[in-house]
């Protein structure tokens, strides 16, 4: 299976400390995205990395990606109560157009 | 900024009922999606659909699945006669291009579809 693992499954922080989450999966790939979603909500595009890259800013998230060890981190800094949410991994592979999904860290950001 | 709209945003049906959820893709995207989410459960690819055919199908998408693409701009997906256990949120997706899952994925909102 290509099923991205995550963890934690649930992260408490106080705002404005960084959160990172990490997700580790099993075989080769092309890239991997992250997402977030808010409770029963649509799925938010955050970042994409390709699997020739090692990382990625994007504003306070930061992705770093080690194919050697299969696996991502996705860090947020300075977090804020509005990043409260799950957090997905999303594994794209050479030769399937699907998203292999993650089972998702919940963040909580207390203020 | 573009998006991907979804409508409706939640639907009742019985059991055994036929539905349609509704999809506009971004309108420069080639490759269109359906993935669904059983509630706590994690997101589930069905189908994706390029240059008007079904590109790839999980083995979720059985017969009592289809997808259509009626126009330039809709993207449909039908279930034929619901089960309790098609509860779940469906979510449309499109990407622009390279295919295969090389660049990023845009979801809608989803559509919450209960069966009774």
């Known amino acids: 299976s290509q099923q991205g693992e995550e963890d934690p499954q649930a992260l408490s922080i106080q705002e404005g400390e960084n959160a990172t989450m990490n997700c580790s999966y099993k075989?080769?790939?092309?890239?991997l995205q992250w997402y977030r979603q808010n409770s029963g909500r649509g799925l938010v595009h955050l970042i994409l990395?390709?699997?020739?890259?090692r990382e990625k800013h994007s504003g306070r998230l930061r992705v770093t990606l080690d194919t050697s060890k299969k696996s991502s981190s996705l860090l947020i800094t300075a977090s804020r109560a509005a990043d409260t949410a799950s957090y997905f991994c999303?594994?794209?592979?050479?030769?399937?157009?699907?998203?292999?999904f993650g089972t998702g860290t919940r963040l909580q950001v207390f203020p | 900024e573009p998006e991907v709209t979804q409508t409706p945003s939640h639907q009742v049906t019985q059991m055994g009922q036929e539905v349609i959820l509704r999809c506009v893709p971004i309108?420069?995207?080639?490759?269109f999606y359906w993935y669904r989410q059983i509630l706590g459960q994690k997101v589930e690819f069905l189908v994706s659909?390029?240059?008007?055919?079904?590109?790839?199908k999980s083995e979720i998408f059985d017969d009592q699945f289809s997808v259509e693409r009626p126009d330039g701009s809709n993207f449909t997906l039908k279930i034929r006669s619901t089960k309790l256990e098609d509860s779940a949120m469906y979510f449309c997706?499109?990407?622009?291009?390279?295919?295969?899952?090389?660049?990023?994925?845009?979801f809608g909102q989803g559509t919450r579809l209960t069966v009774v």
């Open positions: 659909f390029y240059n008007n055919e079904i590109s790839e």
């Open positions: 309108s420069n995207h080639l490759y």
């Open positions: 075989t080769s790939i092309n890239n």
């Open positions: 990395i390709r699997s020739n890259e």
């Open positions: 999303a594994i794209g592979s050479y030769n399937t157009d699907k998203l292999i």
């Open positions: 997706a499109s990407s622009g291009g390279g295919g295969r899952m090389n660049t990023e994925a845009f």
